[in-house]
């Protein structure tokens, strides 16, 4: 590798006053999308380019008029155009790109670094972070303030009906979604790292993405450097072991805890497919909430941001009707359409606790529906056998499974690849019908016999389910 040109943070505030041209290479990443907006909204000159683009990420880039091109077809000279290049995390190491955009010459850093210098330094940063709910929780902080009076940035790393995926905002606040997977194949650093950060919310901490991490010990040694350096709050839920062990190693940090099991709720009083009545506890007295929000993973990430709302100064009345109608981003229980009668949801879950929330959300929203999951272990680790037992409980919530079957291989070197057989052997055995497909035609004929005027569709994948949201049937969703 040729490095000489890679900049880290330090080396980008050294430059913040040169660079004006930056150049997204595979913009078409959620988190890239979002970072080049908010680079753009700064003021930088921003295009980009990408291999595919699809959507729903593909039609919010071409609605923010960033010239993009195709990577397909581009010649690598045309970067000496530019001051910077920000290298999408999806660029291999030992990959052919990676070699051109090293020998070009021109700077190049990751997305996590540009933002840290060029936008985070002078803001109030709220870091959203953890295994789960980094995206609901961080759009749902947004709303929440902006309903309490304010113009906060944001950063979130999915696509939002009507409004755009990042904004610098006019308020002190920014919500940054921060993840702990690395940042590019030159810096294997969580991206929240390179992130100024004011304050945490550290909604989960437990083991995922065994493509770059070998154990949960591995992901709090990313979490344990920007901890120690945190003036402000930490809202933890403390249902985690490995939250327990920051704060032991961590204890003069201002920790605020909330969970399932913990003293500070949020208790669930009444839920209905129409909303939620919850309570939290702050300082000495219990509050009572209602939202429209369903579901009690996302009523704890709601937790989170009725908790900062108090810590910020805010009323009890005040956030009570800041909380009362929230939306959720694009492919987080998202009723996609009808396909022949049928309702069709489409969520981002691929970690067996998220399997296993969604499923009884879906249920608690639809009480009437039977739920056929369509499942796809798209991710390195959800395609392993890592959550192979995991797996099988979470989908044993359903009343049919139907799996998506990648064709790839798990890229997880210590592990096996996720026993299909196993899985659906297991839910038979539950009562539960669950079959297989491994190919679009066939998936497409699993769905068309499962039809029934009872039935809910649930599409469980971070990826296109085998091609099907990139195909007819979408066209076809009424």
Known sequence: MNLANKLDLDGLLSKKNTIKKIFFYRICGTGMGAAACLLRECGFNVE???????????????????????????????????????????????????RKIEEVGV??????????????????????????????????????????????????????????????????????????????????????????????????????????????????????????????????????????DLKNSFNDRHWLFYGKNSDFGPRIVKESENGTEFEVRYGSDWYHFNTNVVGEHNILNLATCVIFAFCEGHSSEEIFQAIKDLKFVKRRQELRGHYKGVPVIDDFAHHPRSVETTIKAIKTKFPDKIITVIFEPNSATARSNIFQDEFSEALAHADRVHFARPERDTTVKSAENLDYEEVVDYLIGKNIKAGMSTNLEDLRAAIDSFVDKDQLFLVLSNGTCLGLWKSSFVDELK
């Open 48 to 98: 980009g380019g990408d291999l595919n683009y699809f959507p729903p990420m593909s039609t919010y880039l071409e609605n923010t008029g960033i010239p993009l091109h195709d990577l397909k077809e581009f010649n690598f000279d045309k970067l000496k155009d530019f001051d910077l290049v920000v290298v999408g995390n999806v660029v291999p190491r030992a990959g052919e790109d990676a």
């Open 107 to 244: 700077p190049f850093c990751s997305f996590p670094a540009a933002l840290g210098a060029f936008v985070l330094h002078d803001k109030n940063v709220v870091g959203i972070a953890g295994t789960h709910g980094k995206t609901t929780t961080t759009y749902f902080m947004t709303q929440v303030f902006e309903a309490l009076g304010y113009d906060p940035g944001y950063f979130i790393g999915g696509v939002i009906e009507g409004r755009p995926s990042s904004k610098l905002g006019r308020s002190p606040y920014l919500f940054i979604e921060s993840d702990e997977y690395d940042s590019a194949y030159f810096e294997k650093i969580s991206k929240f790292r390179s992130y100024t950060l004011n304050h945490m919310i550290l909604t989960s901490l437990e083991f995922d993405h065994a493509d770059i991490f070998d154990s949960i010990e591995d992901i709090k040694d990313e979490f344990a450097p920007v901890v120690k350096d945190l003036k402000g709050a930490i809202i933890a839920n403390s249902d985690y072991p490995a939250v327990e």
